[in-house]
């Protein structure tokens, strides 16, 4: 089992930047994959970023060249910086993390608003 808990949300206004954080606890060894989704009130869970566990990165288009993501395997978090921040982009951010079995674990979700 592995638990996730985000944590960096926030307001910010647009062109401003947030970094969100996940903390994994558990059995974070059988972690391969990893990456941030988010989800915006009406719309589908949409993925932002993925990031393998030798690091290759992923990103949507819409995000590509604003966000980065990074993981720091000794501490078992992966980051989300996010700069040049768009109404657009506001929405629930949630983490995400697959295990060698290929099962799916989700955190609770934090929340990004971005004023225009």
């Known amino acids: 089992q592995v638990q996730l808990v985000e944590s960096g949300g926030g307001l910010v206004q647009a062109g401003g930047s947030l970094r969100l954080s996940c903390a994994a606890s558990?059995?974070?060894?059988?972690?391969?994959?990893a990456g941030w989704y988010r989800q915006a009130p009406g719309r589908q869970r949409e993925m932002v970023a993925l990031?393998?566990?030798?690091?290759?990165?992923v990103y949507a288009d819409s995000v590509k060249g604003r966000f980065t993501i990074s993981r720091d395997n000794a501490k078992n978090t992966v980051y989300l910086q996010m700069n040049s921040l768009k109404p657009e982009d506001t929405a629930v951010y949630y983490c995400?993390?697959?295990?060698?079995?290929?099962?799916?674990?989700w955190g609770l979700g934090t929340q990004v608003t971005v004023s225009s």
């Open positions: 990031i393998s566990k030798g690091g290759t990165t």
């Open positions: 558990g059995i974070t060894s059988s972690i391969t994959a």
């Open positions: 995400n993390a697959a295990d060698m079995r290929s099962v799916s674990y």
